[in-house]
């Protein structure tokens, strides 16, 4: 049907109105329960993942997934008693991507998680422990939120900024520190090597007694790692030794849990980082595996 208004001196427009032809009252569509279940982590899959029917019950966990295409939802209020996690090899941005719920969360593994920014630490009181290297970090302001924080692993992330020492300063529970691989280490050390940069964190940090996994108080003897100094040393350019960091950075370690022996349950004191427990690829002191989700 179609009217139209008779034009006037006033009113030169006109109105069309034509009947709908179809479904006058469509009805929305109805997603699959089973989908809903995929793009979430919801307590069956949380029951799945950690082997527990009593989620209460889960203390560790050991994910990979990428959020990007499944979110976590607030799945730390589905395990309320969960203190350690570990999510290495997973892309997970942004640390508010873990939701507000993980309250009991001590320790955070996210090495090679391709995270950014750590918006979202403020949730997370109760951490001591975060490991975090091989990421693209730039920004350590929020750390300032974590007041019994004990151990932060940083290595080769994107810290080019000498003044970011200055918010680890206000960690004053920070014990062990872990900075080599990022660009302001090669600004601190200057003509004088690590001996400079070395004495310049201690300085900025009072709190510490580790810094890159070597005591702040034995003579500042090199860790067994080969590190940004000693590469250089050994007549490595810079720009080349941030080549490789880049692609340890996107090269994910896959070690087979059956040749692995299974690390001791009770973690080492915050005062000394055992190495290996901050970079075991999937054999960790966790109690499950890793899953792709």
Not at 3 to 19: C, D, F, G, Q
Not at 95 to 118: F, N, Q, S, Y
Not at 259 to 281: F, I, Q
Request: proline residues 5%; negative net charge.
């Amino acid at each position: 049907r179609k009217h139209r208004m008779a034009k006037s001196p006033l009113h030169s427009a006109s109105v069309h109105i034509t009947e709908y032809v179809g479904v006058p009252n469509p009805q929305p569509l109805v997603r699959d329960d089973k989908q809903v279940a995929r793009d979430y982590l919801s307590p069956s899959k949380l029951k799945e993942l950690s082997g527990c029917n009593a989620l209460t019950q889960v203390h560790r966990l050991e994910l990979q997934l990428d959020t990007a295409e499944s979110s976590l939802g607030n799945f730390g209020l589905y395990v309320p008693n969960l203190t350690e996690l570990k999510l290495e090899d997973s892309v997970v941005p942004c640390i508010r991507d873990l939701g507000t719920g993980l309250h009991a969360l001590k320790v955070l593994w996210m090495p090679r998680c391709k995270l950014c920014e750590l918006d979202g630490l403020a949730a997370l009181q109760n951490l001591q422990e975060l490991y975090v290297a091989f990421n693209e970090i730039h920004d350590l302001s929020l750390v300032t939120m974590l007041s019994h924080l004990q151990v932060l692993d940083l290595e080769s992330n994107n810290l080019d900024e000498v003044d970011q020492l200055g918010y680890l300063a206000l960690c004053q529970n920070l014990r062990s520190l872990t900075l080599e691989g990022n660009p302001l280490c090669t600004q601190l050390a200057g003509e004088g090597g690590e001996e400079s940069y070395r004495s310049y964190v201690k300085k900025a940090v009072p709190s510490l007694t580790h810094l890159d996994d070597v005591s702040v108080t034995t003579g500042d003897v090199l860790s067994s790692k080969s590190s940004l100094f000693s590469l250089s040393n050994a007549g490595m350019d810079t720009r080349d030794w941030h080549a490789v960091q880049g692609a340890i950075k996107c090269t994910p370690i896959r070690v087979d849990q059956r040749n692995t022996s299974p690390h001791e349950d009770t973690p080492p004191s915050p005062g000394h980082v055992d190495r290996e427990r901050r970079h075991d690829g999937d054999s960790s002191d966790l109690t499950h595996g890793a899953q792709v989700i």
